[in-house]
């Protein structure tokens, strides 16, 4: 076994005194649905079991509420009673008997509660729920003190080998210690030993509780992202006074949920923080405490894991949604076999924006998260010769798991690449992780044995010669013809012809689309990308400028006005629909696409009616000092009004999608069974997400 000498920081133990935990990865607390039914606790087993049983070293759940005010919203998750501590029973039962060990977070939301029951130190609504929050008494206040130590003695009474007490992200705890969300004048506000005081009683009382010899994880906010947040010298403060009320580790929490700084998206540099834990990790050790720390945010490879831990930033690592997108992270590290790995892209898509549209969290590059017990990978009862074409994520996904059962797969693509649209995608600044998925496809195809056939554009012909029993057309899309009149000038570009053929672009350029392609294709020519301009998410230092994230030792919350790059050339991106742009983009990252598009001054139309394409001469009526210039003469909203030439160097066409499944109906004509996947199937509203699902359920099935 090689693979324990490439991550040795990573894969060590760590005593903890009464405890030892078998390596330095923590599978950090997610949401994911599963915590908010009763009938969900066999499949909550069944998901963190499966993680244990992937050699992680410890696990927080998702957060569990300790009494109703602290709900995240109507009825979510909560430990309050002896009834609901036997449940869980089956949830530790079942982590143990993989030899793992669990922690139960201990999440009240205060004002981020999204029901009308929270509660705050001040009457303050925050910018993230409809529900104002009631000031709490201080008679209130002992009340959820005492809801946090019954929960932590439930979770023990459960079999949880610890908790973790959520303090940072914005959360009640949180909204304690800052003077933003606290404007109290009794001994739970004013100066910071009195808003610090909720911190440290609980942590106390809960350590009183539940004995010596249980894990007490306080989750500490490092870098609250706003204005007003902690300063540095609170941070420290709090930092002592909890390891002294008896916390066993230090967890770090990155910017308050309502923070304009992304934290976790695919844009933010891999391990873009864990400079800070180091900063708090370096203070705490100067001063003889030990408590371990915990780092987070952006760390989806053992490699980036065990350089951070290398270089002393943190004790361990926590990653979340790694953990989504491959069970057995740990062990396929400890195996050698990283290039194994399902690496989490970071794109939110089947993660946190399911927990924001209030359905069931799973991971876009594996489907079968939170989903272990309905979607199962058996061996095929019968080994049938299939044939899947188009090596796109659906295809990828169908030919790899057909081939995991046991069938003979081919696999073709006319493409000289694996990926289809990813090979696209990974290009987009911001988006280098989909990089990971192609690496990880690729080496899943020499792992199950698929067959594949690369630069072959199969035919009906070919594929009715073969004889295969069953057919999959996984064969994506083809770019929607918008029909504006003159399109065909040579100034006029598709998306495949800038992103995949790398077509010059001039420095003014229209885009015609503002779906997910059009935004990516914006960000992308105004970043200069295809002039060699690097992607800030590769650059830790010029993505922290962008962004205005600062030491917070400088300046409270640790954040300033950011400074961004200037664009690379003038970017208009244009839409049929009136009203807002990105409509359509994830709940959880729009906000940062229309941020990005705003610091390179994208300039955003709306409502337009694209009349015609031609040169810029006097029948565009277009301005004559724009020699060489091609003119899109445009109107605005139903009355096709107010019209005027766009006079750009480029016009890239991002106007969505059709299906391409020319192969189909032949293929039935010859008697074939013929399964339709992805983009293939259905154009509309695809994405990655359906495609990969579509492709593994129907493998599943075959
Ligand atoms: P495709 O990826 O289109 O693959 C189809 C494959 O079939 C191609 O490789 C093609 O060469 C091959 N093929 C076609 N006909 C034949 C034939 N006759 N013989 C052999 N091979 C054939 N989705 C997201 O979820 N999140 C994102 O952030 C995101 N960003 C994107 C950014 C860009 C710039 C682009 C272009 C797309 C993005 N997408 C994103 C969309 C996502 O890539 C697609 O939804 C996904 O690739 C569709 O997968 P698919 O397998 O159905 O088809
Ligand atoms: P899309 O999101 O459907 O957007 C197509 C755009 O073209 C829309 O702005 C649409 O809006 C416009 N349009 C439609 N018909 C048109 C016509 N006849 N003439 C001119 N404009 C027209 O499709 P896409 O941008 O091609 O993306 C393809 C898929 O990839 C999407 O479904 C998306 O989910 C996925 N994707 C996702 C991401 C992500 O970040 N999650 C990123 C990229 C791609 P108007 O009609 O208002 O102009
Ligand atoms: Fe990661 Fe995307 Fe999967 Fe969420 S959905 S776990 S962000 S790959």
Not at 378 to 394: L, N, T
Not at 397 to 407: I, K, S, V
Not at 445 to 462: C, D, M, N, P, Y
Not at 579 to 595: F, N, Q
Request: with cysteine.
């Amino acid at each position: 076994m090689t693979a324990p000498t490439a991550y040795p920081h990573l894969l060590a133990p760590l005593d903890l005194g009464f405890t030892t935990l078998k390596n330095r990865v923590v599978m950090g607390s997610m949401h994911t649905g599963l915590e908010d039914g009763r009938k969900h606790f066999p499949r909550m087993a069944a998901f963190y079991a499966e993680r244990a049983r992937g050699g992680v070293g410890l696990m927080v759940t998702g957060g569990f509420a300790p009494n109703i005010e602290g709900w995240a919203k109507p009825f979510a998750g909560t430990l309050a009673t002896s009834g609901a501590a036997r449940r869980h029973k089956l949830v530790t039962e079942a982590v143990h008997a993989e030899g793992g060990k669990i922690a139960l977070q201990i999440l009240h939301t205060g004002r981020y509660g999204y029901q009308p029951l929270c509660v705050a130190p001040s009457r303050i609504q925050s910018p993230i729920s409809p529900f104002t929050p009631r000031e709490l008494s201080v008679r209130g206040i002992e009340r959820q003190i005492a809801a946090f130590v019954r929960c932590a003695k439930l979770a023990r009474e459960a079999g949880y080998d610890g908790v973790e007490v959520m303090g940072s992200e914005g959360y009640f705890i949180n909204q304690f210690l800052v003077t933003h969300t606290n404007k109290r004048d009794d001994e739970w506000g004013g100066s910071y030993a009195n808003r610090m005081r909720l911190a440290v009683e609980i942590v106390r009382r809960v350590r009183e509780a539940v004995g010596p010899d249980f894990i007490l994880i306080y989750r500490i906010s490092l870098i609250d992202l706003i204005p007003d947040g902690s300063s540095w010298p609170e941070v420290l403060e709090l930092a002592r006074a909890v390891s002294a009320a008896g916390a066993t580790i230090l967890n770090t929490g990155i910017g308050w949920h309502e923070a304009r700084v992304p934290t976790i998206a695919t844009s933010v540099p891999r391990a873009a923080f864990t400079w800070v834990t180091r900063k708090l990790r370096d203070a705490l050790r100067s001063e003889g405490i030990n408590t371990p720390v915990i780092t987070s945010n952006r760390i989806n490879m053992p490699e980036v894991g065990e350089e951070v831990l290398a270089r002393g930033d943190a004790d361990m690592v926590s990653l979340a949604r790694p953990f989504l997108a491959d069970a057995e992270f740990v062990n396929k590290a400890l195996q050698g076999r990283a290039d194994e790995i399902n690496t989490c892209i970071a794109c939110n898509q089947a993660c946190l924006d399911h927990t924001f549209a209030n359905k069931l969290c799973s991971c876009l590059v594996n489907p079968r998260a939170c989903h272990e017990t309905e979607l199962v990978i058996r061996i095929a009862p019968a080994r049938k010769r299939i044939a899947v074409v188009g090596a796109g994520p659906a295809g990828l996904a169908a030919a790899t798991t057909l081939a995991e059962r046991g069938h003979t797969v081919s696999l073709f693509d006319s493409a000289e690449h694996i990926g289809g649209q990813f090979n696209m995608a990974k290009r987009v600044p911001g988006k280098e992780e989909f990089d990971e998925t192609l690496r990880y496809f690729s080496r899943r195809i020499e792992v199950t044995g698929v067959k594949l056939h690369l630069g072959q554009r199969v035919s009906a012909e070919q594929l009715v010669a073969h004889k295969f029993d069953d057919v999959i057309l996984a064969t994506g899309v083809t770019p929607r013809d918008p029909k504006i009149p003159g399109q065909d000038h040579p100034q006029v570009l598709s998306y495949i012809d800038v992103l995949l053929h790398k077509k010059p672009v001039g420095r003014k350029v229209a885009i015609v689309g503002a779906g997910g392609i059009g935004f990516d294709m914006a960000e992308y020519l105004a970043h200069g990308t295809d002039l060699g301009y690097h992607s800030p998410s590769v650059d830790l230092a010029a993505w922290l400028r962008e962004w205005g994230v600062v030491d917070p030792e400088s300046t409270r919350g640790g954040v300033v006005r950011g400074q961004p790059e200037p664009a690379a050339r003038e970017v208009l991106l244009l839409q049929r629909k009136p009203g807002k742009h990105g409509s359509t983009l994830g709940k959880t990252t729009g906000w940062i696409h229309r941020a990005a598009l705003k610091m390179k001054n994208v300039e955003l139309l709306s409502g337009v009616n694209y009349e015609r394409i031609g040169s810029v001469d006097e029948s565009l009526r277009a301005p004559t000092e724009a020699p060489g210039r091609i003119g899109l003469f445009v109107t605005y909203g139903e009355g096709r009004k107010d019209g005027q030439v766009l006079a750009v160097d480029t016009i890239v066409l991002c106007a969505g999608q059709e299906p391409l499944r020319e192969l189909q109906a032949p293929l039935l004509a010859a008697g074939i069974k013929v399964h339709l996947i992805g983009g293939a199937h259905e154009a509309g509203e695809l994405d990655a997400k359906r495609a990969i699902n579509q492709g593994t359920r129907l493998a599943a099935a075959l």
